[in-house]
């Protein structure tokens, strides 16, 4: 069975679930907590069509993220839950002054796929950041 959720507010955190962990402040700084974010096995594309599969390569495909220094805007625009999985699909957007002191914009509308563990906690099975083509505002 399908559930259609109202369409959250706006987020600010990295958190498939929405909420963020105790004493976090800057929700792309710190690479442990992202790495929580990820069931065992899942899935990352970083870029289209080059999906990453391992813990250690899902890190450093985020290192990029995390190098940028940057926070990232998470609307979330659908969710559809079946079970313990869930099908989001959400605006994310990275916008601010980049390294080397150049204005970076990164937006575009994901698709992720996550499943709520024993914990209670929701992780990305599949987490694909550029996943249905651009944001609402173009690339």
């Known amino acids: 069975m399908q559930h259609r959720a109202q369409r ?11 909420r963020r962990p105790p004493g976090r402040t800057d ?13 065992r096995g899942a899935t990352f594309v970083p ?12 890190a450093a495909a985020n290192a990029r993220f ?8 998470v609307r979330p625009r659908h969710v559809y839950a079946a079970g313990d999985l869930a099908l989001l699909v959400v605006d994310r957007e990275i916008d601010g002054t980049g390294p080397g002191g150049r204005p970076l ?13 024993a914990d209670g906690r929701r992780r990305y099975v599949v987490d694909n950041p550029f996943g249905a083509g651009p944001g609402p505002h173009g690339a």
């Open 47 to 58: 870029e289209p069509g080059s999906p990453v599969t391992t813990a250690e390569g899902i």
């Open 66 to 73: 995390l190098g940028l220094g940057l926070p990232i805007t």
């Open 27 to 39: 929700p792309l700084g710190d690479a442990a907590a992202v790495q929580e974010v990820y069931e």
């Open 8 to 18: 959250p507010p706006a987020r600010s955190q990295f958190v498939p679930d929405g």
């Open 105 to 117: 914009r990164i937006e575009a509308a994901a698709t992720d796929v996550t499943r709520r563990g």
